[in-house]
Structure formats: C-alpha cells, structure tokens
C-alpha cells in the first residue's frame, strides 16, 4: 500500500531564503507526482506535475524532482516571499485510476 | 476556462435538514470527484464519476448522496449529518484519461460546512 509522507510538517523561514520542501512515497510504481499549493480555507491549486518518467519540472521560481528509484520529490522554492506562505501538499498517482494518495503537507510561512 | 466553481461557499445546517452542494465546469473533462478535508488534513475522496458514471464510492456513508446530471455538473445531496461531518468539501475535474501520467485534477475553491 502506497504511503506518501512529508517533512517537515512546518516550516518558518525569512523573507528571500531558498528553501526545500520534502516528500517520499514508499512504492516507486507510481504514474505521477504533484505538488499543490492550500491557502487556509481555500481549494487546492496544482503547481507542478512530474510524470513518472520525468526527473523534473520547473515554472518560475518553483523546482520539483523526482527520484522513483529512492521514493522522493523535492520542491525547492528560490528567493521566498511572504505571498508563498501557504500548505504544501504532494500527491501520487499510482495504479488504480483515479486515486491520488496525499502527504499530509508541509505548512510554509515565509517572515518579511 | 480552467476553473471549476463550486455553490455556495459556507453552508450552516441542521442535523435534520437537507442540502446540496454543487460544482460545475465547462473544460470537457469526464471525470469529477468530491473530496471531504478536514482542518490541518489532506482530502479524502469521497466519490469519483467518470463519464457520468459513479465509478469509485469510498464507503462513503449514505447521508451523502452523489448525483452528476451532465458532464459538466456534479451535486452532493446531503441529509441527516453529524457534527462530525463538518469540514471543507473539494470538487475537482480531470480529463478522464486514466492511462496518462500528465493528467492533473483541477480543484474548486470549496464549501464550507457545518453541522450543528
């Protein structure tokens, strides 16, 4: 059974830090890897998806990885800013159709 | 249109009434879920339609009635829920391409519920 976790479970940087956020899944069978982005209350919006043959994607100041053969997924953010404080949540896309199994997500607050 | 819109946005009941949920979206995509979060929780799928059929009901209990009228509407009738049954509940949208790995869900904005 799929298991994704994500580390740290918060994080509080300053203003301008490049910082990395974790996730590893324990089975490497996976279609693909997503990570989104939850403002409190808010639905979740989709920043970036590798496919399972994709070692990475990058948009803007966003770069995620993805290592199958280990079962992780970084997303480095460059240059923070207080606008990316939000929770950041991964997801994998294994076998069955339609099914998304979730880290619990990482809550980012970035201090001006 | 990338959007997928959800009515109404916070939603007050009782335990003895009856409510629905709604989302729609107008990108063609034949595949809708609903998802339950919970505060500081991933979401949890709760149902998936594909092609206006349900296709995956993650024993959810039947106080929650799924419905999906047309490919561009979906509805989550409610009745007699719990305290417990409070949370935020996600629509989101996909192609219906279960085969390709590029295929992400877009998400609503969400409604909030809770039951007294």
């Known amino acids: 059974k799929q298991e994704v976790t994500q580390i740290p479970a918060a994080l509080s940087v300053p203003e301008g830090e490049n910082l990395v956020l974790n996730c590893s899944f324990t089975?490497?069978?996976?279609?693909?890897l997503q990570w989104f982005r939850q403002d409190p209350g808010k639905g979740l919006t989709s920043l970036l998806l590798?496919?399972?043959s994709q070692r990475e994607q990058t948009s803007g100041r966003l770069n995620a990885s993805l290592d199958k053969s280990s079962g992780r997924s970084t997303l480095y953010i460059a240059a923070s800013q207080p606008g990316d404080s939000a929770t950041y949540l991964c997801?994998?896309?294994?076998?069955?159709?339609?099914?998304?199994?979730w880290g619990a997500g990482t809550k980012l607050i970035i201090k001006p | 249109d990338t959007e997928v819109t959800q009515t109404p946005k916070h939603l007050v009941m009782g335990m003895t009434n009856k409510k629905s949920l709604k989302c729609e979206q107008h990108?063609?995509?034949?595949?809708m879920y609903w998802y339950k979060q919970k505060a500081k929780k991933p979401p949890e799928l709760m149902f998936v339609?594909?092609?206006?059929?349900?296709?995956i009901n993650e024993s959810v209990p039947s106080r929650f009635s799924p419905e999906c009228p047309n490919s561009s509407l979906l509805n989550l009738h409610l009745h007699a829920l719990q305290p417990e049954d409070s949370a935020l509940y996600l629509c989101?949208?996909?192609?219906?391409?279960?085969?390709?790995?590029?295929?992400?869900?877009?998400f609503g904005p969400g409604t909030r519920l809770l039951v007294l």
């Open positions: 339609y594909s092609y206006e059929k349900l296709s």
């Open positions: 997801a994998v896309k294994g076998w069955s159709n339609y099914q998304l199994i």
């Open positions: 089975d490497s069978a996976i279609y693909n």
């Open positions: 590798i496919q399972s």
């Open positions: 990108m063609g995509h034949r595949a």
């Open positions: 989101a949208s996909s192609q219906g391409a279960s085969g390709d790995p590029g295929e992400t869900q877009y």
